[in-house]
T-cell receptor
């Protein structure tokens, strides 16, 4: 089993739609979780950290399910500018090693 | 001001050559990283330095040698370049290994080995 797994997509959704991605991780001791966004030919940038209680930032909501070892990202009212690859990142406790998923590609269509 | 910068942005070279990529961060971070993103877009850690000390050395051919002259710089030297080394190399930095630490990435160096 891969350490961090994501559905590569692409997810093609119309503008205004709600879309959700999941990411599973194998190390149950993992403490830190993040969603990064990567645009084509650009560097990854932090979208949001994922907290145990879940967190929301505008149209974006991140959730953590420790029992099932997955994190999720929900995007409401999708915009064309949301088109990108969304990378799930896990940092096992006590290490400097950030483990990236392969990313989920989102295309928001006009 | 660019937080994490890399040079060069593009590098086209012949097989067998030796090349270096430089990275600098002005965020005052303690930890720096090198990642490789291959053609399938998978981002994999190669090395990590904390306060100039090597702390992560993933299964990387010993043709790759990182060097950290100081906390703000982490360079990557590659000997005897091979076709399979073609990829985008990202440098990143973070404050340290605290929970919820954010990594800041440089713009990437696109390496093409012919």
């Amino acid at each position: 089993r891969k350490e961090v797994e994501q559905d590569p997509g692409p997810f093609n959704v119309p503008e205004g739609a709600t879309v959700a991605f999941n990411c599973t991780y194998s190390n149950s001791a993992s403490q830190s979780f993040f969603w990064y966004r990567q645009d084509c030919r650009k560097e990854p940038k932090l979208l949001m950290s994922v907290y145990s209680s879940g967190n929301e930032d505008g149209r974006f909501t991140a959730q953590l399910n420790r029992a099932s070892q997955y994190i999720s990202l929900l995007i409401r009212d999708s915009k064309l500018s949301d088109s990108a690859t969304y990378l799930c990142v896990v940092n096992p406790s006590g290490t400097y090693k950030y483990i990236f998923g392969t990313g989920t590609r989102l295309k928001v269509l006009a | 001001d660019t937080a994490v910068s890399q040079t060069p942005k593009y590098l086209v070279t012949q097989m067998g050559n030796d090349k270096s990529i430089k990275c600098e961060q002005n965020l005052g971070h303690d930890t720096m990283y090198w990642y490789k993103q291959d053609s399938k877009k998978f981002l994999k850690i190669m090395f990590s330095y904390n306060n100039k000390e090597l702390i992560i050395n993933e299964t990387v051919p010993n043709r790759f040698s990182p060097k950290s002259p100081d906390k703000a710089h982490l360079n990557l030297h590659i000997n005897s370049l091979e076709l399979g080394d073609s990829a985008v190399y990202f440098c990143a930095s973070s404050q340290g290994n605290r929970v919820r630490e954010t990594q800041y990435f440089g713009p990437g160096t696109r390496l093409l080995v012919l």
